[in-house]
């Protein structure tokens, strides 16, 4: 109770502070009612802005109730009135003179017919907008991810991949970087579930960056993802509450709170999420001699069931020192608990496929994922329009342990094999300075000069540990399995950028300088490789405007992939002792110069968005198949003297090859009538690898493979929304993954689809959702393998059919509200934008 003194204090002092007006200047009321123009019917949730024509950064208002009437107190004095509404001409009253109360009578407004052509968010429509060095998908509230995650939103943005194990590309290639209000973020995690933690319903737009400009990071040869969060700038407190349940069993919520007074905004989102993950793979296996006869099969199914528990908050406020000036501090927590197993069961047979043996192996796996992170940043504003220096510092910490029991029996027979037993600890922490500074000059500020700094360190640690579970609960380590390993990575950048705009072309260059500091140490082998090197990463954008509805642009930049811990971590899973992963510490990044270019078309109702894209690789890493040279020996008891071989492979990275990859992407959005979006998007590439693979295994034979290959893919997606009778939403998504291959496998195509309804209720202040992902349960990845004595087929799905019922209410919020991201929010604001 002492403890929670202080802080009740805390929060009556604040929310007494943020009780307007500070000064005691005198009040007086504004009043009005706002229509539809052509209807003449009231607009609810319309908002009234009231800008201080002295202190412009002073804002008020309020928003029209059910009547569209308003009425709003605000201190005397000379304003910039402006009556707003999403997809209707704004109403504005310019240096307007409140000197007592004011009835501003009947306020008609009028469809915005630019808006209903897809520049703006209407609603919520998903739009994009193209810039020198990026699209902007506003992603609104598809309804397709009620009750989602941002993997769910990212996999449904054009572009961009969500394969069945949650792993993000961009255009068919993984290697992209992922941020959160433009910086890396404890928010993504350790491991691609991470991510998935964050719910839908706290992001505002996805920008997507696919060839970055030397502002961002080089990391990610794909390009960037980043995710804005969105916060809310209306007066007043708003917010809204969402809960959701569904089957498989999969139940939360979510709070969402904005208090905005004059020095003060503060926000917070909090959320709670339940989830029960099924999913299965199976795996049949043919295995041969050296003369390459078949020496017997191997079928593998398994049975995935994951039950995670998760608590996510993330709370902030942003202080207004003075008119340009104000510091935004948060804090993000998120903390889950996961209850998983996996059910293997494998079926022997010999030559002539007459059963020999069959097994079980099962896994139960306890884990626990915590992150914490505290963001500061300074804005500082000065008096030319644009002009702005931007400090940011962020903490952040993760940890991931997994603790697994795995057993083994031989069914019929009910002989148990050894127990085993993992354990695996991964901690890592994070650290961020980052410091942005923006000079318009010229011409009505037609140029501009950035300078930057950034420096990223990170400290990631794995302790894994692997043995046998004795009977009388003791734990036999094996040291062939079990190591500890530190992994540091310290990259200190700087970058400058220089563009102007000249009638109707845009010029963009930057050079980016990036020094990296490496170190792996393997604590108990005492291995320690460091890796120190200096690149320069320097990127070009050109664009032409040949109106505001056509538009062209011309990029190049140089990118390199870093590998991510899972790629280094050597430690092997053990789910099954046949089929293995590792990762390979000895990868080195993969260097790529990248070319962009992006045309853009728009008429009354549709929007053409079309991209023609090179990426030469070098160092490329790709996850290969190899033979260990390893078997394991299984005792059959119909036959002691001869026991089941079969042979362990192995899944691990390596700097393979030289790669091409070029293709092409085609986006069309088409809006027959208002509250209608069809949209349809193509993306198809090539990719060529040349390389070949020379590894010795563990019976010291040498092995040699060769990766030369070409790689045609191609993915696409449909969206289709609009209203059904009884003022019901309905949306659907298609989404079909082209058949590719590469010098080991063969994937096959995928289809999978996902629908959803909602109704608005309550006064519109409430909408009831219902959506169904993957509607066929036809999500799967079906792949065929080749190596030198085995040929194996394999279907893998993470999880199965989903069904998600889902409650919004919303509070002093209007329903097609469009959030705004606060400052240090995003990296970016400061584009010189090429439209949209």
Known sequence: MKRLLPITLFFISLLTFAQGPQDNQRLVKITGTVLDEETKEPLEYATLVLQSVRNPDKITGGITNAEGKFEVEASAGNYNISIEYISFRSHKLPNYSLRSDTELGIINLGLDVAQLEGIELVGERTTVELRLDKKVYNVGSDLTVKGGSVTDVLGNVPSVNVDVEGNI????????????????????GLSPEALQQLPADAI???????????????????????????????AGLNGSVNVYAGNPDNFGGAVSLNLRREKLNFFT??????????????????????????????NEIRKYDRKDK???????????????????????????????????????????????????????????????QYSLNYQKKFDKDGHELKFDYQYSKGTDDEDSVISEVILGDNIALDTEKTLNAETQITQLLQLDYVLPFGSDNQSQFELGYRGTFNNNNTDFDFGILEDNGGFNSDPNFSNELNYKEYVNAAYTQLGTKIDKISVLGGLRVE?????????????ISKKNYVNWFPSVFLGYEFSEKEQ?????????RRPRSRFI????????NTNLFQGNPDLDPTFTNAFDLGYLKRWDKITFNTSGYFNRSTGVFQFITKETGDFVS???????????????????????????????????????????????????FQRETQGDYIYTNSNNEEIVQNFDSKNFSWFTRFSAKLPLPGKIDFQTNFFYMGASKNAQSNNKGMLSSDLALSKDVLNKKGSISLNVGDIFNTRKRRRETRTENVLSYSEFQWRERQITLSFQYRFNQPLNQKQRSGPGSGNGDNDMEFGG
Not at 515 to 527: F, H, P, Q
Not at 569 to 576: I, V
């Open 169 to 188: 590309s961009l255009r068919g290639n993984e290697s992209v970087r992922i941020l959160i209000n433009g910086k890396p973020s404890a928010l993504s």
């Open 204 to 234: 505002e737009k996805v920008e997507v960056i696919t060839n970055p400009s030397a502002r961002y990071d080089a990391e990610g040869t794909a390009g960037i993802l980043n995710i804005i969060l969105k916060q809310s700038k209306t």
């Open 269 to 298: 989102n909090t959320t709670y999420r339940y989830r029960n993950g099924p999913g299965n793979a199976l795996f049949e296996q043919e295995n041969f001699d050296e003369n390459g006869n078949t020496r017997n099969y191997q």
């Open 310 to 372: 998760s608590f996510n908050t993330n709370i902030g406020f942003e202080f207004f020192l003075d008119e340009n000036s104000s510091i935004t501090n948060s804090l993000v927590f998120g903390r889950s608990n996961g209850d998983n197993t996996v059910d293997v069961d494998f079926f022997n047979f010999d030559a002539n496929r007459n059963p020999t043996i069959q097994r079980n192996r099962f896994t139960t796996e306890d884990e626990f994922e915590e992150e914490v």
């Open 515 to 527: 020094a990296s500091d490496i170190e792996i140490e393997l604590l108990n082998n005492n291995e």
């Open 552 to 560: 062209l642009t011309l990029s190049y930049s140089k990118r390199l």
């Open 569 to 576: 971590n050597p430690f092997p899973s053990r789910s099954s």
């Open 634 to 684: 299984i005792e059959n008891p119909d036959d002691p003297e001869n026991p089941i071989v079969v042979p362990v492979q192995a899944m691990t990275p390596t700097n393979l090859a030289t790669e091409d990859r070029y293709g092409m992407e085609f986006t069309t959005t088409y809006t027959p009538l208002r509250n209608w979006r069809l949209t349809w998007n193509v993306n198809a």
